[in-house]
């Protein structure tokens, strides 16, 4: 038998300090799913194929089901749970909900992840902008026309904001 | 491809070469090193990679972590992200088929995770960084605890997923030669689908001119043997030769009878012997413009 090792890990999650010890082999995905009950990133193809899974970490987009939770030690990561609220939405929750960009909603959670981490390199990015940055999330529903448009329309309530 | 839970192992996060070079002399053989873990972690699900004892994580190691201009050579540390090497203004500028390459490979999450070092050493006969680090002359540094040794990167590819690197070895650093005054160069893939796609064939070309004739080439293919590949008769038929559709053409037809294609999920040895003639045309049309665009 292999002795494995625990690992503890002291990251930010959704803006708070958390510390835990985790096991090598398990994937961020599995522990904010399964540990600390943060169901929004869902688990897909579990290859890092679909990007449903994606978090950002220290601002980047990644595929949880790919990361060593071990690696997450020191760094800032973020969920969809740590954007908006229902009383108080994000931006590009509002203008999903506004565009209809949402059918099934599985893979919703990975792109809007994928957007905001676009949005926050550069708050107007053009239409292919958008289109190369949620190219590693897969949508069998809505053909992505939609969920393009609410990104743009995001990125102008930004602009009109400033 | 069914997928498994990943098996127990011990986990190793050294911070300095100091510490990891003993670890992986003596555990290697029953471990494998691990920077972004975009292809390991995939492998230990699918059991492609057998269960292992021991994982050395080296994203920690902040010395692996740089990119140096020296002039003519670029020095890169194997843990520089894929997305450093598609947004770094020196990469652009110095190799940019590098940059090229690197642009359309896989998505934009694993550009953040992925690793050049871990792109090499997976040692995909798809990886889309050889083909372009092939046609520069790049060269790897290679260390152990016995010291290092610089292998020219066509050495470095065995067979599929197959490396020259001893288990008790560490690729350190990628050097590469940035592109000399004259040359034009250009990369391209074929997939079914822009970015995100495995290639089912690519390929890097640099070229320089004199007049209207061929004074030096390298080319170099991904996804048609089991290994990337230089070209080397295609190389030898065009030199020297006017730079023309028809010598062009031809080059196109030694390069689809010089590469060891197989068929699998991806396309067939026919379409690839195929689809490596437009590949080979339009790359290395593109290279000669890029010169005549100077």
Redesign the interface.
């Known amino acids: 038998m292999v002795k494995e090792n625990l690992v503890e890990i002291e990251f930010t999650l959704n803006g708070s300090k958390i510390k835990l010890k985790v096991k090598p082999n398990e994937t961020l995905l599995d522990v904010l799913r399964h540990r600390l009950k943060l169901t929004g990133s869902k688990k897909g193809c579990n290859t890092g194929e679909c990007g449903a899974c994606t978090v950002l970490m220290n601002g980047k987009p990644v595929n949880s089901c790919l990361i060593l939770a071990s690696k997450a030690n020191g760094k800032d990561v973020l969920t969809i749970e740590g954007l908006g609220s229902p009383g108080m939405l994000h931006p590009l929750q509002e203008a999903f909900i506004n565009s209809n960009a949402v059918q099934c909603g599985f893979c919703i959670p990975g792109i809007i992840m994928s957007a905001k981490a676009l949005l926050d390199e550069d708050p107007n990015p053009t239409r292919e902008d958008v289109q190369e940055a949620i190219s590693g999330n897969l949508c069998r529903c809505t053909g992505y026309l939609p969920i393009i448009e609410a990104i743009l329309e995001a990125s102008r309530k930004n602009s009109e904001k400033r | 491809?069914a997928?498994l839970?990943?098996?127990?192992?011990?986990?190793f996060?050294p911070s300095t070469l100091t510490e990891l070079l003993p670890l992986v002399e003596k555990f290697g053989t029953e471990g494998k090193i691990?920077a972004g873990?975009?292809d390991l972690?995939?492998q230990l699900?699918?059991r492609e990679v057998p269960?292992l004892?021991y994982?050395f994580?080296i994203?920690n190691i902040k010395e692996l972590h740089y990119i140096r201009d020296e002039g003519e050579t670029l020095r890169i540390g194997p843990i520089v992200k894929l997305?450093t090497l598609k947004t770094s203004s020196v990469i652009r500028k110095k190799t940019f088929i590098l940059a090229e390459a690197v642009h359309y490979l896989?998505?934009?999450?694993?550009r953040?995770?992925g690793t050049i070092g871990g792109n090499l050493c997976n040692a995909s006969p798809a990886a889309d960084t050889a083909p372009p680090l092939m046609v520069l002359g790049a060269k790897l540094r290679i260390s152990s605890t016995k010291g290092e040794r610089i292998v020219p990167i066509e050495n470095f590819f065995a067979s599929v997923k197959r490396t020259a690197l001893q288990s008790s070895e560490l690729l350190t650093e990628i050097i590469v030669p940035c592109q000399a005054d004259g040359y034009g160069g250009a990369f391209m893939k074929v997939g079914r689908r822009?970015?995100?796609d495995i290639s089912l064939a690519s390929g890097a070309v640099m070229v320089r001119l004199k007049k209207d004739c061929v004074e030096d080439v390298r080319i170099a293919l991904g996804s048609v043997a089991p290994t990337p590949m230089r070209a080397i008769e295609t190389e030898a038929f065009l030199k020297g030769k006017e730079c023309s559709q028809g010598n062009i053409r031809r080059a196109s037809e030694i390069a689809s009878t010089e590469i060891r294609p197989i068929s699998d999920i991806r396309a067939s040895a026919e379409y690839r012997r195929d689809v490596v003639k437009s590949l080979i045309e339009i790359t290395i049309q593109k290279a000669a413009e890029r010169i005549r665009g100077h």
């Open positions: 491809m997928l839970k990943i098996k127990p192992f011990k986990y996060q691990m873990g975009t972690v995939v699900k699918t269960p004892k994982i994580d994203e997305r896989a998505t934009p999450q694993i953040n995770m822009v970015g995100h």
